[in-house]
Structure formats: C-alpha cells, structure tokens
C-alpha cells in the first residue's frame, strides 16, 4: 500500500492571503504588487541565492523577474543552471556567487549546512562589509545567534527569516517570513523581502527561528490531531470526507484541516513537505525547549511518532503522512 501512496499525483499545497508586513515597534509596509521592484537607489539591488532546491528555485526566480541582479549557487549546478534563463548568474562557489552582493539568502536544508557555506567554504570571508545576510533556512535559533555574532565580526549584517507556506508561496510570492535581528538590518531587507511574501519583525537574533518552530510544532501536532480524529471516524463506519464537511466552520476548522485532511482522505502523500523535515522540526524544538528549561511534553509525544513513522519507511513523503503511521497501528493501512 505505501508504494501506491508514495506515488499518489501531486500537488495542492497551501496558499496564504498577502496581507502588509508588520514590524515590532515600527510601521507596517504594504507589498505594493505580486513583484515589487526596489526604488530606492541604495536598495539592495544585487542578491545572491545559496541552495536552489524546491524552495529555493521559485524563489530565486522572482526575484530575477523583479528585476533584481541575481547570483545562484548550489552544490549540485545543475538545478542552479534552471536559473540561467531568467538572468542569473550560475556560479561555481558559495564565495563567488556573493562576492558582489548586497544580500545573501541561504536557503540550506539544517544548520550545520548553513554553518559550512557561510564559514567553511568561504562565502563569509568573501562578503563585502556591508552586506546582509538573510537566512531563510529553518535551523535552531542558537544557531541563528552564533551566525549573526561571527558575521558582524566582519561587518556583515544577518537575519534569520524562515518561511511558511509551501512550494505554491514561494511561487507566487505570498511566503509568511518570520524575521529575527537588528530593525534597522530588517529595514534595508524588506525590498527584498518584499517580493517574496509577508515579513514580521518578531524580535531580535534568533526570534525569526523561534517563530518558525512555533509553526512547525502547530503544523505538525495538528496534522496528528487530524489524522487521528478522521481515522476513528472511519473505524467506527463514518464516511472521512462527509465528517470533514460537517465539521468545517465550527471550532475545529483549520487550513491543516482543509489541506492536509483532504490528502489524507484521498490518500495523496506526495511530498510537499516530508515527513523527515518535520521530525527534524520538531527535535529543533524540543532541543531549544531543553535549552531554556521549558517542558513541552506535546511536542515531544509527537517527536516520537514523527520519528516512528520515518523508521516505517514514509521519511520521504508528505508530513500529513503521519495518517499511514496511525492507520497502521490500527489496522487499517
């Protein structure tokens, strides 16, 4: 039966209404149209991409389409060469790609990838005083802290600014990015940011990842809340889809409902975002919950069925494919 899941068609995934970004303290800025081009003349014109994958490609590409000077880089070239008939420029190395740029997004799977970029492999030491770094990977936020510390010893400014909304946000510029750092470093960002989604200012280093692993924790126990919820239905003889539509409107709808339960009664797990992502999601957050002495025992009940359902073979399939773990604890896979 899994071999059919995991060939299930793709792709629905979710879409977020752009609405003005917020910043704490500040005035909000509005996102003008789908591709805001920056005006001023000291905006940050020049932007170099590091990892072009699933996120990173549509990414990438409109901010080529805004009319940006784009660099790419990533480890294997050619999913950075896609990027070469919309302008970019395809380089060989990390410390290539940002030698000229005025912003740097890394888009890289953990942080200790994000670490050997930025400090192994020499695109720190290339940047240009100046520069800003916006790290849109999701990674732990005392990684973020150690990031931002060694890159303002060469004048380089750093914000962590993960994202939600899937493949379709990155596609159509309606990303929730979720920013930690200096105000004044989010200020001279925004532009950028701008093309790709909605940003929030939340704090300072370090609160962008914290957000993010807040969205994470809630994406990924709800799914399991979903999940469990239509698999009881339909043990005990309910039709999945019509209790689904009963319950919609009431207190128990969510967007987790609506997308990730329509895969699961379709039993479309095609990966959008992977089982093994979210279990690495939320190990991030309990290791940042032991750090500040806050027990989360929720998270770590989920952990642990997220790390179950990896061991069962079902790492590479969509994260709403923690219904095939509990359906199989039931017998009903």
């Not at 994000?114 to 520069?131: H, I, K, M, S």
Request: hydrophobic share 45%; net charge neutral.
């Amino acid at each position: 039966m899994r071999r059919a899941i995991a060939n299930a068609v793709p792709f629905s995934t979710i879409v977020f209404d752009p609405t003005p970004p917020i910043q704490a303290d500040q005035p909000s800025k509005a996102v003008s149209d789908p591709l805001p081009t920056p005006s001023a003349p000291s905006a940050l014109s020049r932007v170099a991409v590091l990892g072009i994958g699933m996120m990173g490609f549509p990414m990438a590409r409109r901010l080529c389409e805004a009319g940006l000077n784009v660099s790419v880089w990533n480890r294997s070239r050619s999913k950075a060469e896609r990027l070469a008939p919309y302008g970019a420029q395809v380089c060989d190395t990390p410390a290539e790609a940002v030698a000229q740029a005025d912003a740097v997004i890394t888009l890289l799977s953990d942080g200790h990838t994000v670490e050997d970029v930025l400090f192994r492999q020499g695109a720190a030491e290339a940047l240009r005083p100046g520069a800003v770094v916006i790290d849109m990977s999701s990674i732990q936020p005392r990684q973020a802290r150690d990031h931002a510390a060694r890159l303002a010893n060469v004048g380089v400014s750093h914000l962590d600014a993960p994202v939600s909304g899937g493949t379709l946000g990155a596609e159509e510029g309606t990303l929730v990015i979720m920013v930690g750092g200096k105000a004044a470093a989010f200020d001279r960002a925004l532009p950028v940011l701008d093309v790709l989604g909605r940003s929030t200012h939340v704090g300072p280093h370090g609160a962008g990842q914290l957000a993010k692993l807040a969205n994470q924790m809630i994406v990924g126990i709800t799914i399991g809340a979903v999940a469990e919820a239509l698999l009881l239905c339909e043990k005990g003889g309910a039709d999945m889809a019509k209790v689904k539509q009963a319950i919609t409107g009431g207190f128990a709808d969510s967007r987790i409902l609506q997308v990730h339960g329509q895969r699961m009664i379709e039993r479309d797990f095609a990966k959008r975002g992977a089982v093994a992502v979210q279990l690495k999601d939320m190990r991030n957050a309990l290791a940042t919950a032991q750090e500040i002495g806050f027990e989360a025992p929720i998270t770590g009940l989920f952990e642990r069925l997220y790390a179950q359902a990896v061991d069962h073979g079902l790492a590479d399939l969509d994260h709403s494919a923690l219904f095939v773990e509990l359906a199989s604890r039931n017998g009903m896979a």
